[in-house]
Every structure is written in C-alpha cells, then in structure tokens.
C-alpha cells in the first residue's frame, strides 16, 4: 500500500489528491492539505474518479465499426494498419486539407495528447482543426489577440486582495472556477465579504454562488448591452481612471463613441435589469478600491460574446483594476504557452476563414459549429476524414441532429475515447486510450491560470486496464503510417525525417528549463525540471500569487500597451444595436445549467455520482409555468426554431421570469448504459449552427438565452417546432 500525491485532471480547479494505492488499484483518494493553490479542497468528481479507471463499459481494446453498426474489438495493428490505409486513400484523392483534427476539453490535463493533436493539425497543414474551445473560450482567444496582443493573455481575478468582484455568467461554486484557476475558490471569494467588500452576481438565476451572496437577475444574452450600458455611465460621469489608462492603454478616447449610442433605458428593457440598478452598479465599481470583473461561460456563450469579453476587460481596464493588487493580474505559469505559440508562430486570428461560412480563424483552429457544413458541402478543400480526441461533440455542440449527420458522411472518422458515446459510436473506429493516473503528466491548462503558482508532474500510479495506449502514442501511431510528425516545431520535423521520433515530455522539459522558474540545466538550483517535479511528491509552490506591475512584460503588443480600439470591437458593437432580441414565437430564453456531479458530458456513467434523485429537468419560473398549465414533475416538451425534446419540469422562483434553465449534456445514447438509462433530454438538439447566428467574430456557438416555448407533453408539438402555449 501506498499513498502518492496527485492532481486531478477532470475540471480547471486541478486540485491536489492524495491517492492510495493498493494492489495496483486506487483504493482511496482524499485532498492533499498541503497542496498551495487547493489546499485541502476537492469535490465528489475527484474523490470518485477511480470508478471510471474501473468502469464496465470502458474501452479497453481498439473497436472496429461493422457493416452492420456493431463494434468488434481488433487488435491495434489490424485498427491502425487500415486507418492508415484509409487516410492515405483520403490524402491521395482530395489532399491533406480534407483530413481534420478534433479536440474536446479533457485534452486540457492530457498534454501529450493536446501536442500531438496540434502537432498533426499543423504537420497536415489542414485549416479543419476544431477545438473545445469554438463551444466555450474562443471569445477569450479573441479578445486577448486585439487587446494585449496575443490570444492567450487572459488576466485573472485576485480575489484574495479584491473588495469588489462584479461576476457574470460564472458560477464557481459549482464550477471551481474557469480561466482562473483559483483554489478553494468559495472559501477566497467569501473572504472578501470577511473583509467588508462585496460580490455581485449577474445571472439569470439564483445559482448557488448568487444565492451566496448578491444577485442581480439578467435575461440571458444581454449581457453586451448592460456592461456597455455601465461602461457609458462610468464615462458620461468621468468615473474612469485617468491615470491608469493613460499609463497602460492606446485608443481609449474612441470608447465614449463605441457606447455613444446605448440608451440606457433600452439596456435596462433588454437585461431585465432596471436603469437604476444599472448606473449603481457601475458607479460602485468605478469607486471601489480594488475590483475585479470577471465573466465565465454564461457570458462566453451568447450571440456576442467577443464583444461582452472586450467590454468585461475594458470596465476591469477603465476603472484602474488591470495589473494592480486586488484586480485583474496576469498570471505566472512554469510553462510559458504564449512564449512557445509565439515561437511556432501558432498565435493569430483571422490570418484565413473558414472555406464554407467564411468565420475567422482563431488559433489556427475553426469552428466545430461550421464543421458540419465543412464535411456536407462538396468542393475542394471538403473535409473527408476526421480524427478527434477526447471530445462528444456530437452532444457537446450546437445542432446536435446535424453533427450527427455529418459525422456518419465522413469517409473515415476515428475517435479516441474511453467509451461509446453519442459521438464515437459513429466512428468507423474508436480506439481506447489511458487515462488519468495511468499516464504520467502535468496540468497543462490548469497551470495557466494558477491563483497561486506552482509546479508539479507526476507519473503513472496503477498499470492501464486492458490494451490501450496513451493518446499521443495513438496520435503518433496514426502519423508514422501517413509519413507526418505530428509536431509544428521544426526540430522535430527534421529529427522525424532523420527517423528520430521523440515522445512529447522532451520538448517540454527543454523549454520549461529554459522558463523562468527552470533549472537552466542546473544554472538555476531552485529551478524546476520534469525529474526534478517528477521525484517530488505532490505540487512545488513557486510564488505566492502572481506578481502585478508587470503589464509591460506580458503585453504582447509592439508599444506594450493595451489597445482598446479595433474595427472588430467597432462592428461588433453596431451588430449589437442592428441584432432583434425578442422571438414572439418563442418567449422563453433558454440557458445552461452545470451541475457539481457532473463534467460536461462524460461523468454520467458513474453511478455513485448519478445516486441522489438527479435528473435532466428545466427549471421554470412558477409565473411562466402557471401561465402555460405546467407543473412540478410534469413530462414537458421544449421546442426552438431548430429542435424539440422532451424532459421534465421543475417549478421553481430560481430563475427569473420569462427565462429557463436546463441541465447541459443529457439524453445519452451509446455504450455507456447508465447514462442512457439516466434519460433526459439533450440541450444542443434545440440549439442553431448557422453561421448567422454565431458569436462571428470568434465562431463561438450561441448556446444561452435561445427563444424557445413549453407545453406539457400531451399537447402535439407541431414538427416545425413552432409549440402554441397550452
Ligand atoms: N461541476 C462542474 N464543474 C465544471 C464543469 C461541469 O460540467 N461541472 N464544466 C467545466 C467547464 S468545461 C467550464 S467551461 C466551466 C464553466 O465555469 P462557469 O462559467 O463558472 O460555470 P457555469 O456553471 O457554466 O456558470 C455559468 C453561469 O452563467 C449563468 N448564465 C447562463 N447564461 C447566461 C447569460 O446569458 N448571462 C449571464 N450573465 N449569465 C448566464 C448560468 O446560470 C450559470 O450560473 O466549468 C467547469 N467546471
Ligand atoms: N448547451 C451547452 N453546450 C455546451 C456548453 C454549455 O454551457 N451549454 N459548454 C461548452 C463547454 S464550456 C465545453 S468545454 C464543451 C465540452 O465539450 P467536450 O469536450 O466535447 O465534452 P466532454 O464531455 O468534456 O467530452 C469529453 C470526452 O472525452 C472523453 N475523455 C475523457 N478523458 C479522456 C482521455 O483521457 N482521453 C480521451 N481520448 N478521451 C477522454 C470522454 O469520454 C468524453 O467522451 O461543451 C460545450 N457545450
Ligand atoms: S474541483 Fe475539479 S479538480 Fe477539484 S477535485 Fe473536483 S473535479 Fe477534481
Ligand atoms: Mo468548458
């Protein structure tokens, strides 16, 4: 028996475990106290993962389609030799460019996979590169290539010094936080309140971090037209920081134009946010010793989203709360990603669009909302073949009926994941991969966005169940019999040519050598290196918190300042004021609800995680549901212009009026038996992928505040999905 600490890769938090380990099983896991950003938190996900090392219907051999749609399983020879043979087939008639790369949110703890997924987009040189990141952060990537200059800069809340944090759209309670990986969150952000300081939420229910403390109702979608509404009222009133943008930022005289032209009362009509609530709210901001303006996946997944990011850092950037004690800091991680995209010139936006919609690049990725489009639509550069790691994209993103569709078209589609989801049960191959605590690793994403910096990598701690293989092996397998390297860099193009192939940690170790928390080969004795990290047990504490003052550094642009002017921000502003909110047909707007026990989509199969009366349920308003005869427990139809599913109600004064939330990433099929069997419906069904209707600067999907009706079941939905309320 023994006991080795760990990091858990299953959300951002990446908290710090204690593993035990017995007869080559985790028998036990509990928080590592001694961890420096999560000391001592950790929730159900992370104490329960072992269940999904030891999970019945997990893959553990390479899986080959049937003409009949079964799944037999192959041995990895007979798997990769066709694969092989099919993709060469693929290049050999339509070229690399029809050949695509996938890649979904748990790629974010799984390094080498993320590398070698890039590595093989970039050795294809295909413009089909979809991420995660197109359902959830693109706006992010956005906003940070035009403001700061490069599209990872992402400033992170430093709640522990914070007197005033204004959040949107982010429920961290429940989430553990995003983009800011800051331990223990609840506990930090209660210790503003400690400290006579305030948080306000904006939401459009009373989530569990809004019922903590106070909570301004928003209708879903709105939130560009109530920051420009505060940022005009902090300008008309001359609240700004004179000082502060004078010394950090170019083109702040072209704001007060940008907002000229908000009316406030028609903010406060369209947020459900009344006008005095909103003047309040920027007038405590603009006063407030030291805030911090933070917005998360409520406010990344509207219409607007490239424009809520800008005007959510601007408000942080205009009222003196960029790169200051208590703020919005730039973080400080062991591994540099802006350095090294910089480096492989993989940092961009809108260098190329997209064949069929025309939607700018972003990272050299494209939408997975295009997707379906880029595989339908016949014409060169048409994409044929697909290899996707570690995303259900067909639940995950918008259309799911049409995502579907366009994945069973494919001439070949290999999907890498532990199990047979809505989405790989349509691959042609899916092949099994090792997961955490199977594989040694670092925290790649996690580590971006530490609250409080620090280091760690650990190795392998059980055997791998069955016959899988590491991702990036998979990745390189596939690459060696289609003659790629699956690496952007250079250097490993022409060792690969010389026949040297390396495994992803030795790049990675040279570079975080040469970081500044690196060993520089032992020049540096308290420097890191990855056998330095990998004999230590558990997370190296690097510095207390990131260190602020230092906007010049980590500014990317060329005169190192913040650049609040671009066309982009300019025309997504007048798209704002020409875009028409209110759907008659379908009044209520929908928005997403995560839940503690869940991971997006892949955490239903546990049953321990799924006991305790869970459910797929739209949450409505007691006034909306009397006026349409629905009640509590009801079997409800919900319908959009785009889809109808059927879940059931809950009742309940915990979203505003006029708006309804439903749980994300349910109504399972595949092989995956518990959750199918936990039912429910599936969100992205109702959910348009046009690309009218997309975030078109970033390409993010517009996934809250969609138009749709309920009526409880009995009543025929007619198939257009045009429901008539009851
Ligand atoms: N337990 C758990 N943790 C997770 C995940 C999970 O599935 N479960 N997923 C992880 C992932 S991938 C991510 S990206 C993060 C997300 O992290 P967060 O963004 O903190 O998490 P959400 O719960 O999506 O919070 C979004 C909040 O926005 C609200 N909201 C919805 N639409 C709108 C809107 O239009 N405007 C405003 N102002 N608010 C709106 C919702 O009611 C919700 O409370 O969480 C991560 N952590
Ligand atoms: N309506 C709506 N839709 C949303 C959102 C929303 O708020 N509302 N949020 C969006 C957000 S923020 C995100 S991040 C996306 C997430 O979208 P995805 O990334 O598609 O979703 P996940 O459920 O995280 O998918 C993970 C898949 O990876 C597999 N997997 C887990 N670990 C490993 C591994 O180590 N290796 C391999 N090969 N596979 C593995 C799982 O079995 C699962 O099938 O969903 C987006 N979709
Ligand atoms: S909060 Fe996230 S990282 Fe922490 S234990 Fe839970 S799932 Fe793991
Ligand atoms: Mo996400």
Redesign the pocket.
């Known amino acids: 028996m023994a006991d080795h600490k760990i990091w858990c890769?299953v959300c951002e938090a990446t908290c710090g475990l204690v593993a035990t380990v017995e007869d080559d099983r985790v028998t036990k896991i509990r928080p590592d106290d001694s961890h420096p950003n999560s000391e001592g938190f950790a929730c159900p996900k992370g104490i329960l993962y072992p269940a999904?090392l030891e999970d019945p219907d997990r893959l553990t051999a390479p899986m080959q389609r049937q003409p009949v749609g079964t799944f037999t399983a192959v041995s990895w020879d007979v798997a990769l030799d066709d694969i092989g043979r099919r993709l060469n087939g693929v290049i050999d008639a339509t070229g690399r460019e029809s050949v695509g790369v996938a890649?979904?949110?748990?790629?974010g703890?799984?390094y080498g996979?993320f590398l070698f997924a890039f590595g093989m987009a970039a050795a294809l040189k295909t413009k089909h590169f979809f991420t995660?990141g197109s359902?959830?952060?693109n706006n992010y990537w956005v906003v940070g290539e035009l403001l700061y200059g490069h599209n990872l800069v992402n400033p992170i809340p430093d709640f522990d010094r914070a007197t005033f944090a204004l959040i949107i759209g982010a429920n961290p309670v429940v989430s553990h936080g995003?983009m800011a990986t800051i331990g223990n969150i609840r506990h930090r952000m209660n210790g503003i309140v400690e400290r006579g300081g305030r948080i306000v939420v904006v939401d459009p229910r009373r989530s569990e971090t809004a019922g903590l403390y106070e909570h301004v109702p928003v209708r879903p979608d709105s939130d560009a037209w109530l920051l420009a509404a505060m940022l005009k009222v902090i300008l008309d009133e001359n609240l700004e920081d004179r000082a502060a943008i004078g010394q950090q930022t170019t083109g702040a005289h072209t704001l007060r134009a940008l907002v000229a032209d908000v009316d406030l009362d028609f903010a406060a009509e369209e947020t459900g946010i009344d006008r005095t609530t909103i003047e309040t709210l920027a007038r405590d901001l603009a006063a407030a010793d030291a805030a911090v303006v933070y917005g998360r996946?409520?406010a990344?997944?509207s219409r607007f989203s490239t424009l809520t990011k800008y005007l959510l850092d601007v408000l942080g950037i205009v009222t003196g709360n960029l790169d200051r004690p208590g703020g919005m800091v730039f973080p400080q991680p062991f591994l540099d990603a802006e350095k090294f995209t910089k480096l492989m010139k993989l940092n961009g936006y809108d260098r190329w669009r997209t064949r069929v919609d025309g939607i700018p690049e972003v990272l050299g990725t494209s939408p997975l909302a295009t997707l379906p489009r880029e595989v339908l639509t016949p014409g060169k550069g048409q994409l044929r073949a697909l290899v996707a790691?570690?995303?259900?994209?067909a639940?995950?993103?918008?259309a799911s009926g049409e995502m579907e569709r366009a994945l069973a078209d494919l001439e070949l589609f290999v999907?890498?994941?532990?199990?047979l989801?809505e989405?790989?049960r349509l691959a042609d191959y899916v092949?099994?991969?090792?997961?955490?605590l199977e594989?040694e690793g670092f925290p790649l994403f996690g580590q971006l966005h530490y609250g409080v910096p620090n280091a760690s990598w650990t190795d392998a701690i059980v055997t791998p169940r069955g016959d899988v293989r590491d991702?990036w092996r998979?990745f390189d397998d596939i690459c060696r019999r289609i003659g790629l390297v699956p690496s952007p860099a250079p250097g490993a193009q022409l060792m690969g040519r010389l026949g040297i192939r390396l495994p992803p940690w030795v790049g990675v170790d040279l570079f975080m050598r040469v970081s500044p928390d690196g060993d520089l080969f032992g020049l540096r004795r308290r420097g890191i290196s990855r056998k330095k990290l990998l004999r230590h047990d558990g997370a190296i504490k690097l510095h207390d918190r990131p260190a602020t003052g230092v906007l010049r550094k980590k500014v990317h642009t060329k005169d190192k300042r913040v650049h609040l002017e671009h066309p982009v921000f300019t025309s997504e502003m007048a798209r704002l004021h020409a875009t028409p909110s209110a759907d008659a047909e379908h009044p209520l707007r929908l928005f997403?609800i995560?839940e503690l026990r869940s991971?997006?989509?892949?955490l239903h199969n546990v049953p321990k995680l799924m006991s305790g009366g869970r459910g797929c349920r739209l949450r409505i308003h007691p006034d909306d549901a009397a006026a349409r005869g629905i009640e509590d427990g009801m079997a409800i139809a919900v319908a959009s212009r785009w889809g109808r599913i059927e879940v059931e109600a809950r009742v309940t004064d915990e979203v505003m009026p006029g708006s309804v939330g439903?749980n994300?990433?349910w109504g399972h099929k595949g092989g995956?038996k518990v959750a199918v069997a936990a039912g429910g419906g599936r969100?992205?069904d109702l959910?348009p992928n046009d690309s009218a209707t997309l975030d078109v600067a970033s390409g993010n999907?517009w996934?809250?505040g969609i138009g749709v009706e309920a009526v409880p079941i009995e009543v025929p939905v007619p198939a257009d999905g045009a429901a008539v309320p009851a």
């Open positions: 890769g999904i890649l979904g949110n748990p790629t703890w799984n996979a995660a359902v959830d952060i995003s996946a409520g990344s997944l790691v570690s995303t259900n994209m639940t995950t993103s918008p999907s890498l994941d532990p199990y989801t989405t790989s092949l099994p991969p090792t997961m955490l594989r991702d998979i997403t995560r991971q997006n989509s892949w439903l994300q990433h995956w969100y992205n959910v999907a996934l809250n």
